[in-house]
T-cell receptor, first 113, second 116 residues
Framework: DAGITQSPRYKITETGRQVTLMCHQTWSHSYMFWYRQDLGHGLRLIYY???????DKGEVPDGYVVSRSKTENFPLTLESATRSQTSVYFC????????????FGNGTRLTVT | AQTVTQSQPEMSVQEAETVTLSCTYDTSESDYYLFWYKQPPSRQMILVIR??????QNATENRFSVNFQKAAKSFSLKISDSQLGDAAMYFCAYRTRIQGAQKLVFGQGTRLTINP
């Protein structure tokens, strides 16, 4: 199906574990983004990518790693999960820099125990 | 850095009435884009309306309209004839147009409740 999909939808992990959140889009959008949503903070940008093999840090990148070897995939890895990384994570994509809206996945709720 | 502020954490309105959600932003740029997104309990992020800063005319989408005051850096959302399905979190967002600085900056959100 066309669109942007995230997996898993829910994840529980332990402190110190490595976790990878997946994001896949079928539109061949150039730009992809990872946001985290926390109460009182809205959505904050973790990393973004302008094209395959081009990534850059956002507002809150510490503790996260991204890669983009293919245009359609943009996985987010928590190298050593901490409780402060308990959050809802959204992946998004868009065509260009202008007024094109971001299209969001349905989010992954991650709980770090 | 650009910032977006939504000063109303919660709002409520009677069904069929009109409600306005506030949003202000801080920027030194003259060319940018503004958006309102809706997030219902399903967690899905849904685009409500968008505004290009170079356009003086306020954007409208059916029952949704904005009051864009560029000099005041204000971008409020008006919902007319409120419906139960409008209940959601609403996020205001700013997108810069400058190359190499592509990102959408969000406000903290306003939770809107519709009273039947």
């Amino acid at each position: 199906d066309a669109g942007i999909t995230q997996s898993p939808r829910y994840k529980i992990t332990e402190t110190g574990r490595q976790v990878t959140l997946m994001c896949h889009q079928t539109w061949s959008h150039s730009y992809m983004f990872w946001y985290r949503q926390d109460l009182g903070h809205g959505l904050r940008l973790i990393y973004y990518s302008a094209a395959a093999d081009i990534t850059d840090k956002g507002e809150v990148p510490d503790g996260y790693v991204v890669s983009r070897s293919k245009t359609e995939n943009f996985p987010l890895t928590l190298e050593s999960a901490t409780r402060s990384q308990t959050s809802v994570y959204f992946c998004a994509s868009t065509w260009d820099r202008g007024s094109s809206p971001l299209h969001f996945g349905n989010g992954t709720r991650l709980t770090v125990t | 850095a650009q910032t977006v502020t939504q000063s109303q954490p919660e709002m409520s309105v009677q069904e069929a009435e009109t409600v306005t959600l506030s949003c202000t932003y801080d920027t030194s740029e003259s060319d940018y884009y503004l958006f309102w997104y809706k997030q219902p309990p399903s967690r899905q992020m849904i685009l409500v309306i968008r505004q290009e800063a170079y356009k003086q005319q306020n954007a409208t989408e059916n029952r949704f309209s904005v009051n864009f005051q560029k000099a005041a850096k204000s971008f409020s959302l008006k919902i007319s004839d409120s419906q139960l399905g409008d209940a959601a979190m609403y996020f205001c967002a700013y997108r810069t147009r400058i190359q190499g600085a592509q990102k959408l900056v969000f406000g903290q959100g306003t939770r809107l409740t519709i009273n039947p």
